[in-house]
């Protein structure tokens, strides 16, 4: 099958149009975005915890849906920071016991069981980035 002739033409303008202007044909320029993620209040209550006990409560989460979210509520009464700082300790240890009992109640339709594990895999990732943090290393994610 041959190229129609206004495929042809097509692709001539848009070869002028990058020849004519300079700024086009550079792909060294550009604008840098700065994107973040806006978390409602029981996501941002995830505490940030090490990374063993972050692979502890995803491995307790797969298997008993709630029960590493529950744990991680305890993490928080430890002294685990999370994205809620002007919020008081006991209300995300609560925010967290919530959760868990919405992973735990819903399991039964498989809702709670797939949030909870989701909810394991965000406790890791959050334990990465806190140690990529803490050393220096900029993150690539």
């Known amino acids: 099958m041959e190229p129609s002739h206004k495929d042809a033409e097509t692709a001539a303008a848009a070869a002028a149009a990058a020849a004519a ?3 086009a ?3 060294s320029s550009g604008v840098v975005v700065q994107v973040r993620e806006k978390k409602g209040p029981l996501r941002a209550a995830i505490p940030y915890m090490p990374f063993p006990v972050a692979v502890i409560c995803l491995f307790l989460n797969t298997f008993v849906p ?5 744990v991680s509520a305890f993490a928080v009464l430890c002294g685990a920071r999370t994205d809620l700082p002007d919020r008081h300790v006991c209300c995300v240890f609560w925010l967290n016991i919530a959760a868990a009992l919405i992973q735990t109640l819903t399991a039964i339709v498989m809702v709670g069981w797939i949030m909870s594990i989701f909810w394991g895999m965000d406790m890791v990732i959050l334990a ?11 993150q690539q994610l």
């Not at 990465?128 to 900029?138: A, C, D, F, L, R």
Request: aromatic share 10%; proline share 9%; net charge neutral.
């Open 66 to 70: 709630g029960l590493g979210t529950f």
């Open 25 to 27: 044909a550079s792909s």
């Open 21 to 23: 202007d300079p700024r």
């Open 128 to 138: 990465i980035s806190q140690g990529y943090k803490e050393q220096g290393i900029p």
